[in-house]
C-alpha cells in the first residue's frame, strides 16, 4: 500500500509560479494529474522512480518541472507562468509494483493522493 499525501496548492495570478509535494510512502514510479469542474482528469506531468526520465503533457511542457528527492520519498511539480487554464485540483499518483504501460492514462495507476487546488486568476 503506497499513501500519497500532496501539499503546496493555492491561488496565484496569472504568469505567477507555485510548487507542489507529494510525499510517497514507497519508491514508485509517480505521476501528476490535475482535474477541472466539469472536466475529465488529465495526465500533467510525471517521473521513474530513479527520477531519471520525465514526461510532460504538451499543455505543460516548458512551464512545469516534475522532480523528485528519493531521499525524502517526495515527489515535486514546479509550476511557473502559471495561465487560468491550469486552474484545477491536483492529484499525484502512484501505480503498484510496476511502470504504467501508458503513463497518460489515469485508470494505469492505484494510488491516488487526496488533491491539492490550485487556481489562477487574470
Given amino acids: ?13 496569472a504568469g505567477g509560479s507555485l510548487r507542489l509535494s507529494c510525499a510517497a510512502s514507497g519508491r514508485t514510479f ?20 530513479t527520477g531519471g526520465r520525465t514526461y510532460y503533457a504538451f499543455s505543460v ?5 516534475i522532480s523528485r528527492d528519493n531521499a525524502k520519498n517526495t515527489v515535486y511539480l514546479q509550476m511557473n507562468s502559471l495561465q487560468p487554464e491550469d486552474t484545477a485540483v491536483y492529484y499525484c499518483a502512484a501505480p503498484k509494483g510496476r511502470v504504467p504501460v501508458s503513463y ?13 487546488q490550485v487556481t489562477v486568476s487574470s
Fill in 1 to 13: 500500500q503506497v499513501q500519497l499525501v500532496e501539499s503546496g496548492g493555492g491561488s496565484v495570478q
Fill in 30 to 49: 509517480m505521476g501528476w494529474f490535475r482535474q477541472a469542474p466539469g472536466k475529465d482528469r488529465e495526465f500533467v506531468a510525471a517521473v521513474s522512480w
Fill in 61 to 65: 511542457k516548458g512551464r512545469f518541472t
Fill in 104 to 116: 497518460d492514462v489515469p485508470n494505469e495507476y492505484d494510488y491516488w493522493g487526496q488533491g491539492t
